[in-house]
């Protein structure tokens, strides 16, 4: 495992990728020992994690203190293939032994407009605050080939200006709408945790590791704690193109 320092956050790059998620899982285990409060990311590598708590880690987590949350949701049902939600439960949570209160997710098939303030609500009365601002204590996220992160895309950096927990946004290429946590929430993060893998991420890695020009049209390059820490968590693949 070696380490880079980043602009402004540090790093950890594995061999592997799933070296990558046993590094996460068992900082989920040791802080299961109090009430802990988790926003999950979508896509590829959470999978996974999510594979690897449910296999390896079901009894050994304490599920009763940890809390999950959803950094960004597509606006579908729960059941379709595009939740964020949907897949995380049929792959971890209908697995382990966690309280249903313990568990909220984004509701993509209700109103937007109405659901992204019922959730910035729930997150208001259940997430204690730093600040005024709700202060997760990690929340995870990855990054796309275009540099976006949670649903926060190049063409709409105007969310960096939002003074709103949650916001709508529409897919670039498919106009899909979805809701996602926007920066002033994100970096109110007692810990802010990047999992990004594969080679297909490391020329954006690398612009974003070394203040190119390029890197700031991508939305991941902007997210930075008010407070808290940040760390990036890669796969060798991924951090390729990385001089230590």
Known sequence: MANIVNYNSSSKIFDRADETVEFLAEKIRIASEKPYHIALSGGSTPILLFKLLSNNYRDSINWNNIFFYWGDERCVAADSSDSNYGVCKSIL???????????????????????????????????????????????????????????????????????????????????????????????????????????NKAVKVNEIFNHSEKAKNYPAYHINPVNGTMLWILDKDAASLLVE
Do not use: C, W
């Open 93 to 199: 949570l209908d697995n382990i032994n966690i309280p249903t209160q313990n568990i909220f997710p984004i509701i993509g098939n209700n109103n937007p407009m109405q659901e992204k303030i019922r959730y910035a609500d729930i997150i208001t009365n259940n997430v204690s605050p730093s600040g005024k601002i709700p202060s997760f204590d990690l929340i995870i996220l990855g990054m796309g080939d275009d540099g976006h992160t949670a649903s926060i895309f190049p063409n709409n950096m105007q969310m960096f200006n939002e003074d709103v927990l949650i916001k709508e946004a529409l897919h670039p290429v498919s106009n899909q709408m979805r809701l996602s946590f926007t920066p002033l929430l994100i970096n109110h993060a007692k810990e802010i945790l990047f999992l990004v893998t594969g080679k």
